[in-house]
């Protein structure tokens, strides 16, 4: 059975840190390209920071460039996202996924394969 399950989640204070963690199973994680997403009510469902785990390669958001960092641990299949300086529009549900193919992790959103369940963030003072 696929897994991807989210931890980390929570409230915190402009200009906080938080960590999520996504563990996966069931699948072959470092053969797949890892992503992480955020949705707010009413909007779309959008991708914030991808990690090629074939190339080790990162792509970033505008939006979060130079605050977020994405990382791998293979050895645990366990995806991060590191969240410095964190400002209140980041508040929303965070999700991990998971596809063979980097272009679709890229900008194939709704063809994604794998998708963890979501972990709120708050950021609030």
């Known amino acids: 059975e696929v897994q991807l399950v989210e931890s980390g989640g929570g409230l915190v204070q402009p200009g906080g840190s938080l960590r999520l963690a996504c563990a996966a199973s069931?699948?072959?994680?470092?053969?797949?390209?890892i992503g992480w997403y955020r949705q707010t009510p009413g909007k779309e469902r959008e991708g914030i920071a991808l990690f090629d785990n074939v190339d080790g390669l990162t792509w970033y958001h505008d939006s979060v460039k130079g605050r977020f960092s994405i990382s791998t641990d293979n050895a645990k299949n366990t995806v991060y996202l590191q969240m410095n300086s964190l400002k209140p529009e980041d508040t929303a549900v965070y999700y991990c996924a998971a596809d063979p193919n980097y272009r679709v992790v890229r900008a194939l959103v709704g063809r994604i394969l794998y998708w963890g369940q979501g972990t709120q963030v708050t950021v609030s003072s």
């Open positions: 069931g699948f072959r994680f470092a053969e797949y390209q």
